[in-house]
């Protein structure tokens, strides 16, 4: 089974600074990673994955996360936000172990808010 | 390429009742999964369609069902409505046709289910 970890429920950030959201996850088998961002009355959208390679991934909107097998964790970065980053994201996991288990097991979600 | 549509976008029903949720996945993509969204439980894995046949299923009780047509679109079910029933269900499509989960899952819009 997995579970993921997202500590942070809420993070208020000012426009134009840097912001980290953290995922740690735990999972018996090797994993997908995954972050979505979810705007207020719509469903999920996908930011960013990792599914093998570099640890380094870029997504859309700037965002950019990197995966830390060690650690277990797999937090998500950008340099600068924008009001327009106001959401609520959530890190997900999905087993690789190639016998077709598409089950994503989602984070509780972190809001970020930016600040003018 | 549209993506992945859900109707209807709003429901409300009364305890007791039955609903139907439709959800119409990406041309070409043959995985539907549905998921129930709720400010307690957060993001949580109702079951995965694939060529017509359940695949993967979560834990929630049996009067949560769903089944997949030919042409890939799914249906939910839930049958005896309980308050706790109140939810977002989003329903996620994904070209997945082989072992091993490589491919991303695209959401729809969701469901705003009300259980009055």
């Known amino acids: 089974a997995q579970s993921v970890t997202q500590l942070d429920s809420q993070v208020p950030v000012f426009e134009e600074a840097p912001v980290e959201l953290r995922c740690n996850y735990s999972?018996?088998?090797?994993?997908?990673l995954f972050w979505y961002v979810q705007y207020p009355n719509q469903g999920l959208q996908l930011l960013l994955k990792y599914l093998s390679g570099s640890t380094l991934v870029k997504g859309i909107n700037g965002f950019e996360a990197e995966f830390n097998k060690s650690q277990t964790s797999f937090h998500l970065r950008k340099p600068s936000v924008h009001i327009s980053d106001t959401a609520e994201y959530f890190c997900?996991?999905?087993?690789?172990?190639?016998?077709?288990?598409?089950?994503?097991?989602f984070g509780t979600g972190t809001r970020l808010t930016i600040i003018p | 390429k549209a993506g992945v549509t859900q109707t209807p976008r709003y429901l409300i029903k009364t305890r007791g009742q039955q609903v139907t949720l439709s959800c119409s996945p990406i041309s070409g993509h043959r995985s539907v999964s549905w998921y129930q969204q709720t400010p307690g439980q957060g993001l949580q894995f109702l079951f995965e369609y694939f060529s017509e046949t359940q695949r993967n299923k979560g834990n929630f009780p049996g009067r949560f069902s769903g089944r997949q047509f030919s042409n890939s679109r799914s249906e939910m079910n839930v049958s005896t409505l309980e308050l706790g029933d109140s939810a977002l269900y989003l329903c996620a499509s994904s070209p997945s046709g082989t072992s091993g989960a490589t491919d991303t899952q695209y959401f729809g819009p969701g469901t705003r289910l009300t259980v009055l």
């Open positions: 999972s018996s088998v090797s994993v997908y």
């Open positions: 997900a996991v999905m087993p690789a172990d190639g016998f077709g288990n598409e089950k994503l097991t």
